[in-house]
Structures are given as C-alpha cells and as structure tokens.
C-alpha cells in the first residue's frame, strides 16, 4: 500500500455510522410515539417512517460491524458520477424543505427531524463526505460495510476517466459480472494499482 496513506481505523466513517446508528433508532421510538398521538392517516404515515427510520439504523448498525471487522484500512478518495450528484442535491432540497416546513406543524416535530437528519446521513453517504471505498488487506470495504475480497474478483481496469477533474475509473469483476466500480482521485490509482497486482489480478483494458 501506498507509503503515504497507512493502514488505520477508520475513524470518521465509524463516528457517522455511530450517530446515524443512535439517531436513527432514537427517531423510530420517537415516531411511533408521535404517531400514537396523532392518529388516522398522519398516524400510519408516521408509523412507516418508523419502520423507515428502523431500517436505516440497522444499515447503520451492518456498516458499523462491517468497518470494525475490516480492522486498519486505507481510505481511498472515491466520488460519485455527476448524475448521482444531481440526484442526491434534489433529494436533499426536497426533504429539506419538508422538514423545515414540518417543523411549523403542531405534533409532527419526530418527522421534521426525521428528514432533516436524512438529509445530513445522505451528504455523508450521497456526496461522500465520509470516504465511500477502504482497501484493506483482504480486500474492499465500502462505506456501509459491504466487502468485496479479491478472491472474489479476476480482473481489474484503471482508466483516466472524462473530464477535466483528475480521477481514474476504477472498475473490477469476475468474468463478465462487474463487482466494484468507482472514480477515484489519481492519487490513489497506483495505491489500488499494486494491491491489486500483489493479489494476482490481471489487467483488462477498458471495452473488454
């Protein structure tokens, strides 16, 4: 691995998936007792968000113990395609607006700080301002845990990509099936480049 970027906990992804992980919870027993209160449609709206808010906190409880498991990484500096970005910014106006606009509303505080929390989860996981992709020595982690070894990958391919940003398409699989894809600063391009080499991948050029 790179001599510049040691092997280490990551911190700052483990710190965000612990506070989403808290919040998140908090928030499902705050809506059900929210929706108790409210009753009819507002209730069973309120009720699914819930189960919503549920949810996340468990995807935040799998990438906690897929990060941990990991052990030391390096964190590689991976961005999302223009298109997600575009995306992502829409998402966050929208429920950003609902819940401001929420918050004005008598007995639906839980679901304003429901979305406005999603809001901030999604600039960390959306827009990557937590690291997105580790490399450890077994393999890949991304930012909720979900590892991909490189017993599981055949080949790989690192391909200065489009435009005028410095970033490398990095895309790995096995056979025909795409496993890992990811533009990443070129900086970090040599750094996956020799792991990838030491694990017995071969190159494969782009459109192949």
Not at 7 to 28: E, M, N
Not at 131 to 159: K, M, N, V
Request: hydrophobic share 50%; proline share 4%.
């Amino acid at each position: 691995m790179s001599a510049t970027k040691n092997p280490r906990r990551p911190t700052s992804a483990l710190a965000f998936h612990g506070v989403a992980l808290a919040f998140f919870a908090g928030c499902a027993v705050w809506l059900v007792r929210e929706s108790r209160g409210l009753g009819g449609r507002p209730g069973m709206m309120g009720l699914g968000v819930a189960v919503a808010a549920g949810a996340l906190a468990l995807l935040a409880l799998g990438a906690l113990v897929g990060l941990l498991r990991g052990g030391r990484l390096v964190a590689l500096q991976s961005r999302a395609e223009m298109g997600s970005y575009a995306l992502v910014l829409a998402t966050l106006g929208v429920l950003g607006l609902v819940g401001l606009r929420l918050l004005s509303v008598e007995g639906r505080t839980a679901l304003a700080t429901f979305c406005l929390g999603l809001c901030a989860w999604l600039v960390g996981v959306g827009l990557h301002a937590v690291p997105a992709l580790f490399l450890g020595p077994d393999g890949f982690i991304d930012s909720l845990g979900r590892r991909t070894p490189f017993a599981r990958l055949e080949w790989y391919s690192l391909q200065k990509d489009q435009g005028e940003l410095p970033r490398v398409l990095f895309q790995a699989g096995h056979g025909t099936r795409l496993l890992l894809n990811a533009r990443l600063a070129s900086a970090d391009a040599d750094t996956v480049r020799a792991a990838l080499v030491r694990a017995g991948l071969a190159s494969r050029p782009r459109g192949r």
